[in-house]
């Protein structure tokens, strides 16, 4: 049974990875409250998914702009005091969000622009992060290291969400942001102990240029482009959030416990696929199993689409409490979130092993952006879609689109599905 488990071998010989890990462990949890709360805040102020989704374009942008710079700026300087510093905005942008809810703004506008700031502090801070990780950990041990951050990515996903609906119903929006103030510090903590980490000698001076050099490193590698664009067909046809706070609201029944649940399913997904990531090591056909994991992602939003549909054909409870079509809902967001968890960890394992160090920072900031702006942009065109369509067709058609669109990938570089981690070719 050990062999199944995830390897935790890096928390044992890296104490740096281990406060850190503890550190993010902690933060996240928090973090996904205040997603979910925002959500649902904006939803409770406007009663529209479209301005839901529109929390999509007010995070995308300033991500795109610190998130490529950020990545320069990490390989330029000490990324111990980059990431210190990053932290400190983001832990002052989750303070100003809190302080709102508690003077009762009800502004929506207000919520967009800090959302936009907490966005342009992390846009810098998770590609320094992620350039961080195998300095303190070493290539071999990449895997393992990504497949514990998955684990810790799936408890505060499974956790948060479900808090997250809870605590907006019996507490209120302020204190909701206030946990997460006091659960960020740790984060906070984790970075300060960090050993310092100069620059490379190799790294160029931080600036436009800097951001260029990167993307012409990228462009010479195809099986690493191949992991952005095959995320971004994931994330942009086929992403579900935008519209869970009316799919809670006026089909399944539930309202902002439906939303958790339904998050916490995929985070449920998402920490079972880390636990048991022992297996994932001796696969070496890592082009393929992103494939399959992207694939099986567009299968499950899809299903998702046709129970939404069903259940909009039966009358919800009279009571307001949630329908019985929450358990198969559940589950195909469950099944989504092993997809997507197995798919990160082994793109996050090619790109970080393909990269050199003095360009790691750069080509983490591209893959931020991705990650993080995908759903983001992904949120604004699903809201857009269901105001004309409605959730469950959006949903069925952006996973059919999600399959479509990776198969069509795989066809212009059939070099991805070749990718073996015993002879890698970037």
Same mark, same amino acid.
């Given at each position: 049974?050990?062999?199944?488990?995830?390897?935790?071998?890096?928390?044992?010989?890296?104490?740096?990875?281990?406060?850190?890990?503890?550190?993010?462990?902690?933060?996240?949890?928090?973090?996904q409250l205040t997603l979910v709360a925002v959500s649902l805040e904006v939803y409770a102020l406007t009663g529209s998914s479209l301005?839901?989704?529109?929390?999509?374009?007010?995070?995308?942008?300033?991500?795109?702009?610190?998130?490529?710079?950020?990545?320069?700026?990490?390989?330029?300087?000490?990324?111990?005091?980059?990431?210190?510093?990053?932290?400190?905005?983001?832990?002052?942008?989750?303070?100003?969000?809190?302080?709102?809810?508690?003077?009762? =703004?009800?502004? *929506?506008?207000? %919520?967009?622009? $800090?959302? @936009?700031?907490?966005? #342009? +502090?992390?846009?810098?801070?998770?590609? /320094?992060?992620?350039?961080?990780?195998?300095?303190?950990?070493?290539?071999?041990?990449?895997?393992?290291?990504?497949?514990?951050?998955?684990?810790?990515?799936?408890?505060?996903?499974?956790?948060?969400?479900?808090?997250?609906?809870?605590?907006?119903?019996?507490?209120?929006?302020?204190?909701?942001?206030?946990?997460?103030?006091?659960?960020?510090?740790?984060? =906070?903590?984790? *970075?300060?102990? %960090?050993?310092? $980490?100069? @620059?490379?000698?190799? #790294? +160029?001076?931080?600036?436009?240029?800097? /951001?260029i050099e990167g993307f012409r490193f990228l462009g010479t590698q195809p099986n690493v482009r191949m992991t952005f664009l095959i995320?971004?067909?994931?994330?942009?046809?086929?992403?579900?959030?935008?519209?869970?706070?009316?799919?809670?609201?006026?089909?399944?029944?539930?309202?902002?416990?439906?939303?958790?649940?339904?998050?916490?399913?995929?985070?449920?997904?998402?920490?079972?696929?880390?636990?048991?990531?022992?297996? $994932?090591?001796?696969?070496?056909?890592?082009?393929?199993?992103?494939?399959?994991? /992207?694939?099986?992602?567009?299968?499950?939003?899809?299903?998702?689409?046709?129970?939404?549909?069903?259940?909009?054909?039966?009358?919800?409870?009279?009571?307001?409490?949630?329908?019985?079509?929450?358990?198969?809902?559940?589950?195909?967001?469950?099944?989504?979130?092993?997809?997507?968890?197995?798919?990160?960890?082994?793109?996050?394992?090619?790109?970080?092993?393909?990269?050199?160090?003095?360009?790691?920072?750069? $080509?983490?900031?591209?893959?931020?952006?991705?990650?993080?702006?995908?759903?983001?942009?992904?949120?604004?065109?699903?809201?857009?879609?269901?105001?004309?369509?409605?959730?469950?067709?959006?949903?069925?058609?952006?996973?059919?689109?999600?399959?479509?669109?990776?198969?069509?990938?795989?066809?212009?570089?059939?070099?991805?599905?070749?990718?073996?981690?015993?002879?890698?070719?970037?």
């Open positions: 049974m050990a062999k199944f488990l995830a390897d935790l071998t890096p928390l044992r010989q890296s104490p740096a990875f281990k406060r850190l890990w503890i550190g993010n462990a902690l933060a996240a949890v928090g973090s301005q839901v989704g529109l929390l999509g374009a007010f995070a995308l942008v300033p991500l795109v702009l610190t998130g490529l710079y950020g990545g320069s700026i990490a390989d330029a300087h000490d990324r111990r005091r980059v990431a210190l510093i990053s932290a400190l905005v983001l832990w002052g942008a989750t303070a100003a969000i809190a302080a709102q809810a508690w003077m009762g =703004v009800n502004n *929506v506008w207000v %919520l967009y622009g $800090l959302v @936009a700031i907490h966005s #342009a +502090a992390g846009g810098i801070n998770q590609p /320094v992060r992620g350039a961080i990780i195998p300095a303190i950990v070493g290539l071999k041990l990449l895997p393992a290291a990504n497949s514990l951050n998955m684990v810790t990515f799936g408890i505060a996903q499974m956790v948060g969400p479900l808090l997250g609906g809870i605590l907006v119903a019996q507490i209120g929006f302020g204190w909701t942001y206030g946990i997460d103030v006091l659960t960020y510090t740790a984060a =906070v903590w984790s *970075v300060y102990m %960090l050993p310092s $980490l100069p @620059a490379d000698k190799k #790294a +160029a001076p931080a600036g436009f240029r800097s /951001v995320d971004m067909a994931a994330m942009v046809l086929a992403a579900p959030r935008a519209l869970l706070p009316a799919i809670g609201a006026v089909l399944i029944g539930g309202g902002e416990m439906t939303m958790g649940l339904l998050l916490a399913a995929t985070a449920l997904g998402a920490f079972l696929a880390g636990l048991f990531s022992g297996p $994932l090591g001796r696969i070496h056909r890592q082009g393929v199993a992103v494939f399959i994991c /992207v694939s099986a992602w567009g299968a499950s939003i899809a299903g998702f689409g046709v129970v939404v549909m069903l259940a909009a054909g039966n009358p919800m409870p009279a009571d307001g409490n949630v329908s019985a079509w929450i358990w198969p809902a559940a589950a195909c967001m469950a099944i989504a979130g092993v997809a997507d968890a197995i798919s990160s960890v082994f793109r996050t394992t090619i790109l970080q092993t393909a990269t050199p160090d003095h360009l790691r920072g750069r $080509l983490q900031g591209v893959f931020i952006v991705v990650v993080a702006g995908g759903p983001r942009l992904g949120e604004m065109l699903s809201g857009s879609v269901a105001q004309g369509i409605g959730e469950g067709k959006t949903l069925l058609l952006g996973g059919i689109a999600c399959i479509l669109a990776a198969a069509l990938l795989m066809r212009f570089q059939p070099g991805f599905l070749r990718y073996d981690s015993r002879h890698p070719k970037p």
